[in-house]
């Protein structure tokens, strides 16, 4: 049997019957099979051709398993229902004992209290030996998948308990049983892998106390009579984006459903151009500047706030289209809670991120942020540890000038800000309901930069205004607001796990004193549990394991700032994320994709030497190995993705289209009237489906769209008219035009309600399936690039034109 398998592995990768290992190995991980003549004999090609056995295998392997775990699974599938209750009705009952009277008893509730506690601590410190931990591994897992079922958020607390309880244990075991080492260096390496761990444990658990109950506040209605309603300042800063950038925001703003004598709209502009006063004028809202650029966006709004007079104040990042329905939506918490200082909404992007362009994900697996702006607010809120994230959101003015307006001491002015109105008594609240949408970072550099700043803020705040410390916040406060600070902390710890199996690989150097297996035992229930608890909480708002992609990207770019701005909150300078770009043409961002590239070749070469020692030399410890191989096999994953983030993929769009399906009509020169609907728009253009009716190219015609009940009408010219689909461009719009427009698109009050209803939902091992083949997409873009890099450098050797022009 082993001898037929054999065969088969090798007829499908070209290996003779009596070849030796060293030929299994090189066409197995470096070419198939020999190429033929009329094949190219780069880098990219090469892998190409060893990269294509290994997926029809791992197809074939696949099918395989599936067919041979098929008749054990269908009778358990058959069976659970007969000795399981419904899971539907199970939940039903638990929660209607949760709410018995005799439950609220404080005896009664002290003393449940105290057996879980007693429990708890024998179920975490119980030593067990290989085959006790597999049983009790089985059990958690076997009632984990059974809870998941679930409906309501009471399994979600009960996946909450099984992730800390099995996390805990190994907490304890790793703890107490893998820390007797031998050498100092081995100490060194050891200690600090575990107070990496621990990290990752806190935040960990911090994270399930800040989204176990999301609040999901809905809108209060405002009363019907207007003059009740209070007078709101929309705030605009601008420092160096251009006016393209800006105009739709300030239109939008112009047409917000509120009264107009209680509503004005200011430009604050730190760029100080005259293009931006004109622009002001002819827009009917004011315009507003300063001698100087202290203190950046805060000081700008605080510039702006002694020379205004509304009692509240609305803040928009210039990229950020307001929709007409904002101030109706989020004002009524103010009118009912006098103690309510600030109500924030999303920030949603229309445009595709770094990750989602580079990665083809958009639209189809959440953002980076959407965990924080789905969920985390949300939690916060229950906690009333809303932040403030310096867009889309309202300040009631008194507060803010009680606090000394936006806060200077850090540059991430707007969590300190409600971290200040919090540490006063005032409460924030959190409306998850999108009433506005901006652009995202055009560049994977731009991202970085981004991130870097917020890392460096909250670490300074964590340093001079430590949540911990200090008074007037609640326990809970503390916590939130500690969990967001130490999360940007992340950059150390992701860096040691993404080395930490080199140091056996390179140097046979042991960081923790347990067998292979003990280490598997214990660590494998801790990664199942977590994960299966975040899908089931996080699940809509982060896929499975993108999380370890996110912070693969970024570590090595926070990992230093923040250190810095921890030991000296005064270091660094406040750095403005550049919005509205181009880039005109793909490349491989060779500059930020160093620290990637260094990491992949140190784990590449430590792989290359486990192999090595698993047949030649630590024979004697060939679970050490092969545990270290799967680590580093896992980290090389998660490097290729990080790399495959570096190509830079194609947007020559500077007006970015929206898919969405609107009412349209056209109207010809003819007289003729078409209704039609759309397919996208921008802010230049629309794309239509309709029957196409002898319209062609160059076409001049008008374009009508409503908003509500009242209709407008644009003039446009048909740039594109193929089958169904009809592209038409506007031409010569008026200041009016262009404001109506941006209210029948952009401004519209259902517009990004529908937004994510195409995502994927999140299942773990589709998702482990998905980062898998990111990572060999990562490779193979790697290769792509450094072959055709050294066929322009041999070009321009040889004296040849070079056909194409590659991006360092």
């Not at 509730?109 to 006790?132: D, K, N, Q, S, Y």
């Not at 040691?496 to 347990?514: G, M, R």
Request: aromatic content about 12%; hydrophobic content about 45%.
């Amino acid at each position: 049997m082993k001898r037929r398998g054999m065969a088969w592995v090798g007829r499908h990768l070209g290996v003779p019957a009596d070849a030796s290992l060293w030929l299994w190995l090189y066409r197995l991980f470096v070419l198939p099979r020999p190429a033929a003549p009329d094949q190219p004999q780069d880098a990219a090609s090469r892998l190409q051709r060893s990269l294509a056995p290994l997926i029809h295998l791992r197809t074939r392997l696949g099918r395989g398993l599936i067919w041979l775990l098929g008749p054990v699974c269908r009778p358990i599938a058959r069976l659970e229902p007969r000795l399981l209750p419904d899971p539907v009705a199970l939940n039903a009952r638990l929660e209607r004992l949760a709410r018995a009277p005799w439950l609220a008893w404080p005896l009664l509730r002290g003393g449940v209290f105290a057996v879980a506690a007693v429990v708890l601590w024998l179920a975490i410190t119980t030593p067990f030996t290989g085959f006790e931990q597999v049983l009790f591994f089985l059990f958690t897992l076997s009632l984990a998948l059974y809870v998941r079922r679930m409906p309501g958020n009471l399994p979600a607390l009960l996946l909450i308990g099984l992730s800390v309880l099995v996390s805990l244990r190994y907490g304890w075991w790793r703890a107490t049983q893998t820390l007797t080492l031998e050498s100092p260096i081995e100490k060194a390496l050891g200690w600090g892998l575990l107070l990496a761990e621990i990290y990752t444990w806190g935040i960990l658990i911090l994270g399930f106390i800040q989204t176990a109950w999301p609040l999901k506040r809905k809108p209060v209605p405002l009363p019907a009579d207007v003059n009740q309603w209070p007078t709101v300042d929309i705030f605009v800063p601008t420092y160096n984006e251009p006016l393209a950038v800006v105009r739709p925001t300030v239109l939008a703003a112009k047409g917000l459903d509120w009264p107009a004598e209680k509503l004005r709209i200011y430009i604050l502009d730190d760029g100080r151009r005259e293009e931006f006063r004109e622009f002001a004028a002819a827009a009917g809202v004011e315009y507003m500047t300063r001698p100087d650029n202290f203190h950046a966006k805060a000081g700008n709004l605080n510039h702006a706030l002694p020379l205004t007079h509304g009692e509240f104040v609305a803040i928009f990042d210039c990229d950020h289209i307001p929709n007409r329905s904002f101030l109706q939506m989020t004002m009524g918490w103010f009118l009912q809670d006098q103690r309510c200082a600030m109500v924030q909404t999303p920030h949603h992007f229309f445009s595709a991120d770094p990750f989602e362009r580079n990665l083809g994900t958009f639209r189809r697996i959440p953002n980076e942020g959407a965990l924080f702006y789905g969920l985390v607010q949300d939690g916060n809120d229950f906690w009333d540890a809303t932040f403030f994230c310096g867009s889309c959101a309202i300040l009631r003015r008194g507060p803010l000038m009680e606090v000394g307006g936006i806060a200077v001491e850090t540059v991430t002015e707007d969590a300190h800000t409600a971290l200040k109105l919090h540490r006063r008594g005032y409460s924030t609240a959190y409306i998850n309901i999108t009433q506005a949408a901006g652009l995202a970072t055009e560049s994977l550099s731009g991202h970085v930069g981004q991130r870097i700043r917020w890392a460096r803020g909250m670490a300074q705040i964590f340093r001079i205004d430590n949540p911990f410390l200090g008074k007037g916040l609640t326990f809970f406060q503390r916590l939130c607001y500690s969990n967001a600070m130490l999360h940007f902390f992340y950059g150390i710890p992701r860096l040691v796990f993404l080395t930490a199996p080199l140091s056996f690989l390179f140097f046979e150097l042991h960081i923790i004193n347990a067998m292979a297996s003990m280490i598997a035992l214990y660590v494998l229930p801790h990664i199942v549990h977590s994960n299966i608890a975040n899908a089931r909480i996080q699940g809509p708002f982060r896929h499975t394991f993108w999380a370890e992609v996110y912070e693969s990207v970024l570590a090595w770019y926070i990992a230093l700032p923040t250190t810095i701005a921890f030991i000296n909150p005064r270091l660094g300078k406040f750095n403005v994320t550049a919005k509205g770009g181009l880039v005109e043409e793909s490349y491989f961002d060779w500059v930020i994709s160093k620290p990637y590239l260094i990491l992949v070749s140190i784990n590449l070469l430590g792989f290359g030497i486990g192999i090595g020692r698993m047949f030649f030399w630590n024979t004697h410890e060939q679970g050490t190995v092969l545990l270290n191989l799967l680590w580093t096999f896992y980290n090389l994953l998660m490097l290729g993705a990080a790399v495959s983030v570096a190509t830079e993929q194609r947007q020559v769009r500077l007006s970015h289209r929206v898919p969405a399906r609107l009412p349209a009509m056209l109207r010809l020169k003819d007289g003729r009237a078409l209704h039609c609907y759309t397919e996208d728009f921008s802010l230049h253009g629309l794309g239509l489906l309709l029957a196409n009716d002898g319209i062609r190219p160059g076409d001049v015609l008008k374009v009508s769209l409503w908003r509500g009940p009242v209709e407008h009408v644009f003039p446009a010219r048909v740039v594109v008219a193929r089958g169904g689909n009809v592209g038409v461009h506007f031409e010569g719009l008026t200041l009016e035009q262009e404001a109506a427009l941006i209210q029948c698109t952009f401004a519209r009050a259902d517009i990004w309600a529908a937004w994510n209803n195409e995502q994927d939902a999140d299942h773990p091992l589709l998702g482990m399936k998905e980062i898998f083949m990111l990572g060999l997409e990562g490779y193979w873009k790697l290769a792509e690039h450094m072959g055709k890099g050294g066929r322009e450098r041999w070009q321009r050797l040889s004296g040849r034109p070079a056909t194409r022009q590659s991006r360092a």
